[in-house]
């Protein structure tokens, strides 16, 4: 899991090319005028989805993991906080790994948690068990899916 500023986001170009293809559309694209839902930055390689949604409680927090996709969740509206824990340390399963959806929620509580503010980024890998959308309020924020 990495937290940062987006001023900082080239530090993290050498995880992965694609990552820089994100932050370098985001660089040229106006936020503000995105429609909520998926747009295709290179195909089912890296996408993103525009979500306005309300958050719920830390009580909620429902751990979630990727296999195939790095996550980018950026915050462009309120701030967020997300749970974390280590995907090794996650031992309860809701459901079998949804292939086609590249998603496993697990019942496991959250070891840590955090907060992304506007103008802030969270970078989750698929060693990443994380439970995003916890908070008070409204928050609208973009989550880059990145083929690993």
Do not use: C
């Not at 660089?27 to 839902?37: N, Q």
């Not at 496993?104 to 506007?118: A, K, L, S």
């Amino acid at each position: 899991m990495i937290l940062d500023t987006l001023s900082n986001r080239e530090l993290y170009y050498s995880l992965s090319p694609r990552l820089q293809t994100a932050f370098e559309w985001l660089d040229r694209t106006d936020v503000a005028s995105l429609a909520v839902g998926r747009h295709d930055i290179d195909g089912n390689n890296i996408f993103v989805n525009v979500s306005e949604l309300y958050l719920r409680p830390r009580s909620a927090a429902a751990l979630e993991v990727h296999n195939e996709y790095i996550d980018i969740q950026v915050v462009f509206g309120g701030e967020e906080e997300f749970g974390w824990s280590p995907r090794s340390d996650v031992k309860t399963p809701r459901a079998e790994f949804d292939i086609e959806k590249d998603i496993q929620f697990f019942e496991d509580t959250p070891q840590t948690f955090y907060t992304v503010r506007e103008g802030q980024f969270t970078i989750l890998m698929p060693e990443d068990a994380h439970a995003p959308m916890l908070g008070e309020g409204h928050v609208r924020k973009l989550i880059f899916k990145v083929k690993k």
